[in-house]
């Protein structure tokens, strides 16, 4: 089993920048995809960015060239480092990683990006 705890999420002005961390525990090194998800204020959940075992990324393109995910295999993290915030970012950032055969949740951050 695999626990993911995400924290880096809170309020921030339009323009500005966060990171969100996702940390795995339990059977992390099955791992080999990692996704971020957000769900907006709409209700919508939206994948954000994803990360293969190789490092092969691939991003919405609301957030190309805005976001960018990265890992740590040593420390089981993944990050989502976010730059030029909009408003329209706010929401519940969410990270899921797949080992193959499950899928595992942790329970997001939330993201708040003030005008």
């Known amino acids: 089993q695999v626990q993911l705890v995400e924290s880096g999420g809170g309020l921030v002005q339009a323009g500005g920048s966060l990171r969100l961390s996702c940390v795995a525990s339990g059977s992390a090194s099955r791992i080999n995809v990692w996704r971020w998800f957000r769900q907006t204020l709409s209700n919508e959940r939206e994948l954000v960015a994803t990360i293969s075992s190789s490092g092969i990324k691939d991003y919405a393109s609301s957030v190309k060239g805005r976001f960018t995910i990265s890992r740590d295999n040593a420390k089981d993290t993944v990050f989502l480092q976010m730059n030029a915030l909009k408003p329209e970012d706010t929401g519940v950032y969410s990270c899921?990683?797949?080992?193959?055969?499950?899928?595992?949740w942790g329970h997001g951050t939330r993201v708040t990006v003030s005008s």
């Open positions: 899921k990683a797949e080992d193959g055969i499950f899928n595992h």
